[in-house]
Protein backbone atom coordinates (compact mmCIF):
# COMPACT_ATOMS: atom_id res chain seq x y z
CA UNK A 1 0.00 0.00 0.00
CA UNK A 2 0.94 3.69 -0.90
CA UNK A 3 0.32 6.44 1.64
CA UNK A 4 -0.23 9.36 -0.05
CA UNK A 5 -0.63 12.24 2.13
CA UNK A 6 -2.41 15.15 0.72
CA UNK A 7 -2.99 18.83 1.78
CA UNK A 8 -2.94 22.28 1.33
CA UNK A 9 -3.60 25.42 2.93
CA UNK A 10 -6.80 26.97 3.51
CA UNK A 11 -8.86 27.61 0.38
CA UNK A 12 -6.41 25.74 -2.21
CA UNK A 13 -9.13 23.19 -2.61
CA UNK A 14 -7.92 20.03 -0.71
CA UNK A 15 -12.02 18.70 -0.78
CA UNK A 16 -12.40 19.51 -4.21
CA UNK A 17 -9.12 17.10 -4.84
CA UNK A 18 -10.20 14.52 -2.27
CA UNK A 19 -13.20 13.68 -4.07
CA UNK A 20 -11.76 13.85 -6.94
CA UNK A 21 -9.59 10.93 -5.88
CA UNK A 22 -12.19 9.06 -4.21
CA UNK A 23 -14.15 9.56 -7.55
CA UNK A 24 -11.49 7.21 -8.77
CA UNK A 25 -11.86 4.48 -6.65
CA UNK A 26 -8.90 5.49 -3.98
CA UNK A 27 -9.84 5.36 -0.09
CA UNK A 28 -9.02 8.59 1.32
CA UNK A 29 -9.31 9.71 5.22
CA UNK A 30 -10.32 12.98 5.57
CA UNK A 31 -8.99 14.03 9.13
CA UNK A 32 -11.34 17.11 9.20
CA UNK A 33 -14.33 14.79 9.08
CA UNK A 34 -12.41 12.73 11.51
CA UNK A 35 -12.71 15.79 13.60
CA UNK A 36 -16.22 17.01 12.79
CA UNK A 37 -17.26 13.52 14.46
CA UNK A 38 -15.23 13.34 17.08
CA UNK A 39 -16.41 16.76 18.01
CA UNK A 40 -20.15 16.40 16.82
CA UNK A 41 -23.22 15.16 18.99
CA UNK A 42 -22.08 12.61 21.51
CA UNK A 43 -18.34 12.65 19.84
CA UNK A 44 -16.01 11.43 21.85
CA UNK A 45 -14.28 14.29 22.55
CA UNK A 46 -16.81 16.43 23.55
CA UNK A 47 -16.98 16.12 27.00
CA UNK A 48 -12.92 16.20 27.36
CA UNK A 49 -12.97 20.05 25.07
CA UNK A 50 -15.80 21.16 27.15
CA UNK A 51 -13.31 20.24 30.46
CA UNK A 52 -10.57 21.81 29.29
CA UNK A 53 -12.79 25.20 27.00
CA UNK A 54 -15.57 25.62 29.28
CA UNK A 55 -19.00 27.06 27.51
CA UNK A 56 -17.94 25.76 23.88
CA UNK A 57 -19.90 22.69 23.78
CA UNK A 58 -23.85 22.16 23.10
CA UNK A 59 -26.20 19.79 21.95
CA UNK A 60 -24.72 19.83 18.84
CA UNK A 61 -21.39 18.84 19.99
CA UNK A 62 -18.10 21.64 19.81
CA UNK A 63 -18.94 24.69 19.15
CA UNK A 64 -16.22 25.28 16.71
CA UNK A 65 -16.50 28.59 16.50
CA UNK A 66 -16.50 29.50 20.21
CA UNK A 67 -13.82 27.36 20.12
CA UNK A 68 -11.53 28.54 17.49
CA UNK A 69 -12.01 31.87 19.03
CA UNK A 70 -11.07 30.69 22.14
CA UNK A 71 -7.94 29.13 21.12
CA UNK A 72 -6.58 30.65 17.63
CA UNK A 73 -5.06 33.64 19.56
CA UNK A 74 -3.19 31.92 22.54
CA UNK A 75 -0.86 29.56 21.80
CA UNK A 76 -0.84 27.50 24.69
CA UNK A 77 -4.61 26.73 24.90
CA UNK A 78 -4.04 26.00 21.11
CA UNK A 79 -1.17 23.21 22.08
CA UNK A 80 -3.68 21.79 24.71
CA UNK A 81 -6.48 21.26 22.39
CA UNK A 82 -4.17 19.72 20.19
CA UNK A 83 -3.09 16.83 22.17
CA UNK A 84 -6.53 15.95 22.51
CA UNK A 85 -7.14 16.08 18.94
CA UNK A 86 -4.50 14.48 17.53
CA UNK A 87 -4.46 11.60 19.75
CA UNK A 88 -7.90 10.70 18.63
CA UNK A 89 -7.60 11.12 14.80
CA UNK A 90 -4.74 9.32 14.40
CA UNK A 91 -6.35 6.32 16.21
CA UNK A 92 -9.15 6.75 13.20
CA UNK A 93 -6.34 7.07 10.64
CA UNK A 94 -5.14 4.09 11.70
CA UNK A 95 -8.46 2.11 11.90
CA UNK A 96 -9.09 3.25 8.42
CA UNK A 97 -6.05 2.00 6.90
CA UNK A 98 -6.74 -1.56 8.53
CA UNK A 99 -9.92 -1.26 6.81
CA UNK A 100 -8.63 -0.45 3.52
CA UNK A 101 -5.26 -2.80 4.05
CA UNK A 102 -5.59 -4.14 0.94
CA UNK A 103 -6.10 -1.18 -1.44
CA UNK A 104 -2.68 -0.12 -3.63
CA UNK A 105 -2.95 3.17 -2.75
CA UNK A 106 -4.91 4.97 0.21
CA UNK A 107 -4.94 9.10 0.15
CA UNK A 108 -4.75 10.53 3.82
CA UNK A 109 -5.85 13.89 3.48
CA UNK A 110 -4.52 15.76 6.39
CA UNK A 111 -4.57 20.14 6.02
CA UNK A 112 -1.43 20.24 9.10
CA UNK A 113 0.41 17.44 7.40
CA UNK A 114 3.58 19.73 7.76
CA UNK A 115 2.42 22.01 11.25
CA UNK A 116 1.60 18.49 12.87
CA UNK A 117 4.57 16.25 11.86
CA UNK A 118 2.90 13.45 9.38
CA UNK A 119 5.01 13.62 6.39
CA UNK A 120 6.56 10.97 8.08
CA UNK A 121 3.39 8.51 8.41
CA UNK A 122 3.14 8.92 4.46
CA UNK A 123 4.94 7.46 1.68
CA UNK A 124 4.39 10.29 -1.04
CA UNK A 125 2.96 14.04 -0.29
CA UNK A 126 1.05 15.98 -2.56
CA UNK A 127 0.02 19.70 -2.25
CA UNK A 128 -2.73 21.27 -3.54
CA UNK A 129 -2.26 25.05 -4.79
CA UNK A 130 -2.97 27.99 -6.42
CA UNK A 131 -2.39 31.37 -6.25
CA UNK A 132 -2.42 33.54 -3.28
CA UNK A 133 -5.13 36.04 -4.92
CA UNK A 134 -7.17 33.07 -6.19
CA UNK A 135 -6.86 31.41 -2.34
CA UNK A 136 -7.75 34.69 -0.20
CA UNK A 137 -10.68 34.84 -2.52
CA UNK A 138 -12.44 31.64 -1.78
CA UNK A 139 -11.44 31.69 1.84
CA UNK A 140 -13.09 35.38 2.16
CA UNK A 141 -16.07 34.18 0.09
CA UNK A 142 -16.85 31.79 3.39
CA UNK A 143 -19.65 32.91 5.82
CA UNK A 144 -17.65 34.12 9.29
CA UNK A 145 -14.74 34.77 7.49
CA UNK A 146 -12.84 37.80 7.70
CA UNK A 147 -9.11 38.87 6.72
CA UNK A 148 -8.14 39.30 10.19
CA UNK A 149 -9.11 35.88 10.78
CA UNK A 150 -7.59 34.60 7.52
CA UNK A 151 -4.37 36.43 8.46
CA UNK A 152 -4.48 34.55 11.92
CA UNK A 153 -4.83 30.79 10.29
CA UNK A 154 -2.27 31.56 7.55
CA UNK A 155 0.32 32.50 10.15
CA UNK A 156 -0.12 28.94 11.30
CA UNK A 157 0.36 27.08 8.26
CA UNK A 158 3.38 26.70 6.26
CA UNK A 159 3.87 28.99 3.13
CA UNK A 160 2.42 27.57 0.02
CA UNK A 161 5.25 27.99 -1.61
CA UNK A 162 7.41 25.83 1.17
CA UNK A 163 4.83 23.21 0.73
CA UNK A 164 5.11 22.84 -2.30
CA UNK A 165 8.86 22.55 -2.36
CA UNK A 166 8.56 19.88 0.54
CA UNK A 167 6.18 17.95 -2.13
CA UNK A 168 6.09 14.63 -4.18
CA UNK A 169 3.69 16.02 -6.27
CA UNK A 170 1.63 19.67 -6.80
CA UNK A 171 -2.03 19.44 -7.90
CA UNK A 172 -2.80 22.78 -9.22
CA UNK A 173 -6.54 24.09 -8.74
CA UNK A 174 -6.57 27.76 -9.83
CA UNK A 175 -7.45 26.27 -13.65
CA UNK A 176 -10.68 24.20 -14.49
CA UNK A 177 -11.91 21.45 -12.39
CA UNK A 178 -10.69 19.25 -15.57
CA UNK A 179 -6.92 20.21 -15.55
CA UNK A 180 -7.51 19.17 -11.68
CA UNK A 181 -8.48 15.86 -12.35
CA UNK A 182 -5.95 15.53 -15.01
CA UNK A 183 -3.57 15.88 -12.50
CA UNK A 184 -4.71 13.95 -10.00
CA UNK A 185 -4.77 10.71 -12.72
CA UNK A 186 -1.37 11.19 -13.56
CA UNK A 187 -0.40 10.92 -9.71
CA UNK A 188 -2.25 7.79 -9.68
CA UNK A 189 -0.92 6.62 -12.78
CA UNK A 190 3.00 7.16 -11.43
CA UNK A 191 2.37 6.08 -7.87
CA UNK A 192 0.41 2.81 -9.53
CA UNK A 193 3.04 1.83 -12.51
CA UNK A 194 0.68 2.45 -15.32
CA UNK A 195 2.71 5.84 -16.21
CA UNK A 196 6.39 7.37 -15.94
CA UNK A 197 6.97 9.49 -13.41
Same mark, same amino acid.
Do not use: N, W, Y
Given at each position: ???????????????????? #?? @?? +????? /??? =?? !????????? $?????????????????????????????????????????????????????????????????????? #?? @?? +????? /??? =?? !????????? $?????????????????????????????????????????????????????????????
Amino acid at each position: MIRLGLTGSIGMGKSTVAAM #FA @AE +GVPVF /DAD =AA !VHRLQGPDG $ALVAQIEAQFPGTTGRKGVDRTALSERVLAEPEKLRRLEALVHPAVAREREAFLADHAGAPVVVLDIPLL #FE @AG +GAAQV /DKI =AV !VSAAEEVQR $ARVLARPGMSEEKLDRILARQLPDAEKRARADFVIPTGGSLEETRQAVRRILACLTGGADS
